[in-house]
């Protein structure tokens, strides 16, 4: 049973430029939150998606977007990039709880992260 | 400001020993969850404890929730080279997110 998975490992950028990173969810999880973790920190929220919509965002900017696809798949898109950007872009998958699609997710499993560097 | 702080910000023990570390919080929360990271990767799940349980244990591991105190603490016996890492507590406010704090550095000496 493959965990939770992102693409890419590394990537470096330059100020001013667009990145999308990509992940794939844990097997029979259909709820993915993206969270930014700069060095020395705790990882901060994002938002994440459920039934391909957004439902919960964390304090960043319009910058910061992101898609689910109906195989629960995810992307994360940062446009005009800053050097503040550069960090290590985690995403975890859960599984809605429940038969009420309102109702919180419990353990969030991590993928092993993208590290963006932005130059 | 963050949700949940860790105490102390790093520990340093000899195998073998045990390793305590503390966790903060603000707000009245769901479920209360520790992870543990090394060298910058992906963050590994611990131990889930909700806000009616005060206990669990999970092999070396054990957590506390005191929710009067607003404060848990994660105990890992018999320490190994293998449990060198970060941990993160993060508190779950039933608002789809988790919030971490800024994480325990865990050394074991051999």
């Known amino acids: 049973d493959a965990g939770v998975t992102q693409s890419p490992t590394h990537l470096i950028k330059t100020r001013g430029q667009q990145v999308t990173l990509r992940c794939s969810p844990k097997?029979?999880?259909?709820?993915v939150s993206w969270y930014q973790q700069a060095l020395g920190q705790g990882p901060q929220f994002i938002f994440q998606?459920?039934?391909?919509?957004?439902?919960q965002r964390g304090n960043f900017p319009d910058r910061f977007s992101g898609h689910q696809f109906p195989n629960y798949s995810s992307e994360l898109n940062v446009n005009a990039l800053l050097l503040g950007d550069s960090a290590l872009y985690l995403c975890?998958?859960?599984?809605?709880?429940?038969?009420?699609?309102?109702?919180?997710?419990?353990?969030?499993?991590f993928g092993p992260g993208t590290r963006l560097t932005v130059l | 400001s963050q949700q949940g702080e860790e105490d102390p910000q790093a520990l340093s023990i000899q195998e073998g020993e045990n390793a305590t570390m503390n966790c903060s919080y603000k707000?009245?929360?769901?479920?209360l969850q520790w992870y543990r990271q090394n060298s910058g990767r992906g963050l590994v799940h611990l131990i889930l404890?909700?806000?009616?349980?005060r206990e669990k244990h999970s092999g070396r591991l054990r957590v506390t929730l005191d929710t009067s105190k607003k404060s848990s603490s994660l105990l890992i016996t018999a320490s190994r080279a293998a449990d060198t890492a970060s941990y993160f507590c993060?508190?779950?406010?039933?608002?789809?997110?988790?919030?971490f704090g800024a994480g325990t550095t865990v050394t074991v000496r051999a």
């Open positions: 707000t009245s929360i769901n479920n």
């Open positions: 097997s029979g999880h259909d709820t």
């Open positions: 975890a998958s859960s599984a809605q709880t429940g038969t009420d699609k309102n109702s919180n997710t419990d353990t969030q499993y």
């Open positions: 998606y459920y039934e391909e919509e957004e439902r």
């Open positions: 993060a508190t779950d406010l039933n608002d789809y997110k988790l919030s």
């Open positions: 404890i909700r806000s009616n349980e």
